[in-house]
């Protein structure tokens, strides 16, 4: 089992490094968006392509192994999480970003067996900042051992969260009203990578003690989660339950008491989960 998950590891750093280049090269010339004018969730002919780069590179080397893929589920393959081992790649985290030339943007990919993470590579290809962790095995950045900030003051931190891409009046209301309670409670300030990997890599790394969000799906933070955890974080759902991936709900921070904090401050709603959907009349 160590042996599997030791070559899922440096199988998963070097396809995100591959798909990193990859990436940066598209940055000059080939960030066009697919999806029509009025959406604000983006697709590029790159996600596409660095999606089915990761895939078939990892199909060769592990041909058991499943994979739910933010591509290949918007092309209609089904997310449902099982105790299999499942690769979870997000090939742009930070799509908008990418687009805009804005500098956060990462390749994600989560290795879960029975349905629990065992692996998270997030590789934040334009800081060139590769992150690593395997359960039990603590997490790093470029090598060097990550830890979650001690602040154990909700006023002396800094959370992280994103509006996301749902622009129902109710959901953006209950985004507000989030924003509202946390920003004067007080705290020291509020941040957004536009990514949800980033974002769980700054919790890994200490430099904000939190980050949560409602909306965001499997992909964008099966990695980064286990990053959390293992730099001595904690994850939960934002009701302060347990943390449940296919949720698209997550609250993650450096500490159970900073959490729950912010389990007071935050309007909870409940996205369509990432492993319910219905597709020609039926539920699956
Ligand atoms: O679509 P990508 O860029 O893979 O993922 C991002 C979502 O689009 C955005 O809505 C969300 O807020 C962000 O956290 C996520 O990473
Ligand atoms: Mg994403």
Redesign the pocket.
Known sequence: MADILQNVMDHAVAVARKAGEVVREALSDDRKVMTKSSA????TQT?QKVEKLIIQSVKEKFPQHRFIG?ESVAAGEPSILTDDPTWII?????????VHAFPFVAI?IGFTINKRVEVGVVYSCLEDKMFTARRGGGAFCNGEPLQVSDQTDVHRSIIAT?????RDPEVVDKIFSSLRNILSLPVHGVR?A??????LSLVASGCVEAYY?M???V??IAAGSLLVLEAGGIVMDVDGGDADLMSRRILAANNRSVALRLVEQIAPYRPDRDDVKKISGKWW
């Open positions: 604000v969730d983006l697709v996600d933010e997000d090939p742009i985290d930070g799509t908008t970003n990418f994600s994103e509006f996301g891409s749902n957004g536009g990514t949800a990997a980033v974002n969000e909306g965001m799906h992909w964008d």
